[in-house]
């Protein structure tokens, strides 16, 4: 009897741990799955709020960041939506710390000078306090400066609208250099900032208008050419001296310039590194070539009139192994306002 109490009693036990153990698993199992459905539901809420943030943006923003300066010079550097800031040294008040709130606008109802486009971003910037100092912008913008003349087609705008639409007033101040994608500009205004490119078709005056006629002259057959580029402000005169100085050249069309400043110069600039293979191009003066608005008024005075002029030899090397048979070069005028500030060279053998 003893034994088949003792018998009877462990498989209580036994059945006893058996349930504590189904218990504990099924515990176990609820934790986890309450664990996953927990975590499943904050990965949906993250998405509901980013769907939520995407949804409740407003119409044109591309992004808004917020940056905090103090009393020591800083670059606020937001070149990924094209923006940068240089705060000086001493534009904070000491001890104190100023946010810096920027949106960047791709869309809005925006009315901008006669004439012009944009050509970058629009950015709204506030400060939660007025700065001491004037801070450096810069804006990044989407043309292509190749000339000094192409930079007097850009300038900054601004708008104080609290809402749309935005009406946009040009800035004379603004920079922006050769070769650069970034216009800068001092203000001490915190408002709306862009870029803009006046699209008016140039007119020059008359008579501020200048002429440039390039000549060809064939010095050794299929081998070697002189250009020549004759100035002067009286076109019809210019055609007269060709015509009885050089009847055996060939002439290409004529180019009109206006000088960017009074008694300024024009250069012409010509890679000579930079030929067509077989090729080579060789300023006879010194490289950029210079001729005065001075000295093209002294000559077209001269009776009868004469014209200042630049010379070039290019030639097809001799005994070269390659040469192409079609010689494309360009020439670049600096120092004027034109559509024409490149002329391009083509000759064939």
Sequence with gaps: DESAGESQSTRQNDSEEHTDKIATDDE???????????????????????????????????????????????????????????????AVPPSETIEVAITALVGGEFILPEDSELVSAVYTINVSKPLLKPVQLEIQHCVSIETPSHAN???????????SPFEFQSV????????????SIHISEFSLWGIIKTIKELILP?????FAQPLYENKRLGREWQLMF??????????????DE???????????????????????????????????????????TQVSQSIIDIYGRMNPPCFPHCRFTI?????STIVNPEFKH??????????????????TM
């Design 172 to 183: 004379d101040n603004g920079s922006f250099l050769v070769g650069g994608r970034y216009g």
């Design 206 to 210: 008359a008579s501020r208008l200048y």
């Design 246 to 288: 050089f009847n055996r050249s060939k002439s290409d069309k004529e180019l009109f310039f206006q000088f960017e400043s009074s008694n300024g110069f024009i250069e012409i600039v010509t890679n000579t590194e930079n030929c067509s293979e077989g090729w080579s191009i060789r300023p006879h003066q010194e490289n950029p």
């Design 153 to 163: 087609y850009l300038s900054f705008v601004t708008s104080s609208n609290d809402q």
């Design 330 to 347: 360009p020439v670049t005028f600096r120092g004027t306002v034109s559509i024409n500030t490149v002329f391009n060279i083509v000759l």
């Design 315 to 319: 030639t097809a090397t001799p005994g």
């Design 28 to 90: 176990s199992a609820t934790d986890d799955k309450s664990a996953k459905t927990d975590d499943g539901s904050a990965k949906k809420d993250d998405e509901l709020a980013k769907k939520d943030d995407q949804t409740n943006k407003p119409e044109g923003v591309a992004r808004t960041e917020s940056f905090f300066i103090q009393n020591y010079a800083q670059l606020l550097n937001w070149e990924k939506y094209g923006l940068r800031i240089t705060v000086p040294e001493g």
């Design 230 to 243: 004759l100035f002067g402000k009286d076109l019809n005169a210019i055609k007269v001296y060709m015509k």
